[in-house]
T-cell receptor, first 112, second 113 residues
Framework: DAKTTQPTSMDCAEGRAANLPCNHS???????VYWYRQIHSQGPQYIIH???NNETNEMASLIITEDRKSSTLILPHATLRDTAVYYC?????????????FGGGTRLMVKP | NAGVMQNPRHLVRRRGQEARLRCSPM?????VYWYRQLPEEGLKFMVY????????ESGMPKERFSAEFPKEGPSILRIQQVVRGDSAAYFC???????????FGEGSWLTVV
């Protein structure tokens, strides 16, 4: 699976949009971009995933660049409960070896 | 639809004892994954199982650790003769079929004293 690069940490003001970048310059054509987050002492929580097109759900939006070398997770109105480590993962989903490989993630701190 | 259920949530074992961690996947899911998270470290893949089969155990320590996912019942991660270094959070995850979204449980926290 392709590697990803994320900033180690970010701050965001409560109520503002949180934009979390991810670089995946070696992504291949059949690899998806997945985002998970882990709130302290909890299990990882699935947020969103995409292949080429931008995606939106009740939690977040995922913007993938046209060349697919980078993406941005957007939390439109961050709350204190969004404080967590956010993981961007590139995943080959076709066959065996389709597990998730976690990197260091971005530690997002939402401040009042 | 209940999520991935893990138990016990917290387990304390003395050095040399055995630890058994159980995982019931989401309803309809036949693929199970186990991950370990050591204190202040990232999540590391351990093993991937389908019903009655181990598909990938490349992340499992060679000794003392084993996993199973029987035809009936939960998946079990078994750690024999536990040592202090086994103290960690163990997360189970499941998916419906190959390539589908993977969902995680809340974890089992093992403390070895």
């Amino acid at each position: 699976d392709a590697k990803t690069t994320q900033p180690t940490s970010m701050d965001c003001a409560e109520g503002r949009a949180a934009n979390l970048p991810c670089n995946h310059s070696t992504i291949s054509g059949n690899e998806y971009v997945y985002w998970y987050r882990q709130i302290h002492s909890q299990g990882p929580q699935y947020i969103i995933h995409g292949l080429k097109n931008n995606e939106t759900n009740e939690m977040a939006s995922l913007i993938i660049t046209e060349d697919r070398k980078s993406s941005t997770l957007i939390l439109p109105h961050a709350t204190l409960r969004d404080t967590a480590v956010y993981y961007c993962i590139v995943r080959l989903t076709l066959n065996a070896g389709n597990m998730l490989t976690f990197g260091g993630g971005t530690r997002l701190m939402v401040k009042p | 639809n209940a999520g991935v259920m893990q138990n016990p949530r917290h387990l304390v074992r003395r050095r040399g004892q055995e630890a058994r961690l159980r995982c019931s996947p989401m309803k309809g899911h036949s693929h199970v994954y186990w991950y370990r998270q050591l204190p202040e470290e990232g999540l590391k893949f351990m093993v991937y199982l389908q019903k009655e089969n181990i598909i990938d155990e490349s992340g499992m320590p060679k000794e003392r650790f084993s996993a199973e996912f029987p035809k009936e019942g939960p998946s079990i991660l078994r750690i024999q003769q536990v040592v202090r270094g086994d103290s960690a959070a163990y997360f189970c995850a499941s998916s419906a079929i190959v390539g589908n979204t993977i969902y995680f449980g809340e974890g089992s926290w093992l403390t070895v004293v």
